[in-house]
């Protein structure tokens, strides 16, 4: 693993009172995470990239917690959660931020490790690896966080599927900005929109410094986007083509868990198996009696599919974390 020195320590502020509301500054097209609370929260990437980190409460239980490796103590009511976001990685991850009972609060390191976020706990001063969400230095070492089901899927989408849904609202910008600025000046994405775009990957195609990286594979892409699920200690990264090849919808086992992976083309989605076969028609799961919507997982007969843990990220940093024998469909 390579640890750089990049910035001082929370030279990246992260967002530790966040607040919400109905009203979004950026495009229709921006891209938010989805945590399925009561309301849904959206946290937009174009505001985690300036913050890469928000320490949240969601104020009542979350489902879909039986695939956690080990339970913690948050409790019944309340939990605790760091909605993470790596630009350099597009690795967008959800965590419980609770470990032997203790309730963590994340910063930036100002360090990366493989070119991916390194955060820290303010508590005890380890440091994580966030697309592992595991401490590679400090008290904690060897520790790895609890992943909460999320969804990535853009501000459009958000608004039209969760009518009721509130969205993480700015920090920097309007009329109480110190610089005069407009939240839309403040978070101002041209340079990570040409990041995405450049072949080029790491913190040398990002901000022109540090080692400039290879890619030694040609049946994927560096910045192929994957969704990595993590299961009882087996890791498998489904890599967005590779489940369309397979006609948008794959069957799989991680982990001894029997899980279904969608894609639609632009986003993709996991769920836990539920046993009969489903197919991919119209961008809809069809199949048990019933139709299923991709996006939420609810059927057209009031059942729902649980989600599965997961996290989004580059072919890149996936292989970094869990070797280049770890995607689905390739060898």
Known sequence: MDIQDVLPRDAIPSVDDPSFGTAYFGDDDDEVIVVESDPPRAYPVRILSYHEIVNDVLEEPHESRKFAPSATDANDEQLPIAVTWCPICASAAVY????DGQVLTFGTSGKLADDALVMYDRETESEWKQPLGKAISGPLDGHELEVVPALMMSWRQFRS???NGVVLQPVHGGENDQHGRSSRAAYDMA?????????????RAMRGEGIERTWERDDIDAKTTVLGIVLNGEAVGYPIPQVRADGGIVSDSVGGHDVLVVSDGSEIYAFEHPGEPLELRDETLRGDGASWDLTTGEGSDSRKLTRVPARRLYAFAWQDDHGRESFYGLG
């Open 96 to 99: 419980v931020r609770v470990v």
């Open 161 to 163: 599927v969760y009518p």
């Open 191 to 203: 340079r990570y929109n040409e990041y995405d775009a450049a072949d080029a990957f790491g913190l």
